[in-house]
């Protein structure tokens, strides 16, 4: 079993900051790439950033300018920093690791945390 556990959601004001933070433990054989997707009310679920084990990264254009993705390969964290904060940043944002388990050590599944509500607003 793996599990995803995320943490640092909650209310900021805008032009405000949070940092997000997500670990992932149980039967883990290696961790692929690492990420953050978010869902606004009524919308569909998009990709925020994502960072491989290599250290690449790719992000949506809305965020770039204004998130950090980092991870600690050794604790299986990933880090969302975000700074100047925008009410169409509210979402509830979710994990998402790429694993290879110690069960399937050669198949990759997607795994998911539970979310973590951001909501901007003054």
């Known amino acids: 079993q793996v599990q995803l556990v995320e943490s640092g959601g909650g209310l900021v004001q805008p032009g405000g900051s949070l940092r997000l933070s997500c670990v992932a433990s149980g039967s883990i054989f290696r961790i692929n790439a690492m990420g953050w997707y978010r869902q606004a009310p009524g919308k569909g679920r998009e990709l925020v950033a994502r960072?491989?084990?290599?250290?690449?990264?790719n992000g949506a254009d809305s965020v770039k300018d204004r998130i950090t993705i980092s991870r600690d390969n050794a604790k299986n964290t990933v880090h969302l920093q975000m700074n100047s904060l925008k009410p169409e940043d509210t979402a509830v944002y979710y994990c998402n690791a790429q694993i290879l388990t110690t069960a399937r050590p050669y198949y990759e599944d997607a795994y998911w945390g539970q979310g973590t509500q951001v909501t901007v607003s003054s």
């Open positions: 960072i491989t084990s290599g250290g690449r990264i």
